[in-house]
Nanobody, 113 residues
Framework: QVQLVESGGGLVQPGGSLRLSCVASRTMFSMGWSRQAPGKQRELVAS???????NYADSVSGRFTISRDNAKNTVYLQMNSLKPEDTAVYYC??????????WGQGTQVTVSS
């Protein structure tokens, strides 16, 4: 069983920054972040695949950056120029090389003045 442990959420003012971290208990083929706002469906925010390929949702492109430390089995999400509409629970997601999907417990990000 894979464990994903997230950290870094919190309350920030509009225009501010936060960095989320997610540590996996073993090496994963791909890792990423999704988010779910109240009353909305979960959406993929950013992903990182083995080989360095990254993808971003249009709503965060240019503001969010995903990165990975393979030695630490950790993925980061640097979030800049945060907006109130970025408020959501952010979930770390990972897929192993056999296609198994795993989720973290979620961390709350609130953007408000």
């Amino acid at each position: 069983q894979v464990q994903l442990v997230e950290s870094g959420g919190g309350l920030v003012q509009p225009g501010g920054s936060l960095r989320l971290s997610c540590v996996a208990s073993r090496t994963m083929f791909s890792m990423g972040w999704s988010r779910q706002a109240p009353g909305k469906q979960r959406e993929l925010v950013a992903s990182w695949k083995t080989g360095g390929n990254t993808n971003y949702a249009d709503s965060v492109s240019g503001r969010f950056t995903i990165s990975r430390d393979n030695a630490k089995n950790t993925v980061y999400l640097q979030m800049n120029s945060l907006k109130p509409e970025d408020t959501a629970v952010y979930y770390c997601a990972a897929r192993d090389r056999w296609g198994g999907d795993y989720w973290g417990q979620g961390t709350q990000v609130t953007v408000s003045s």
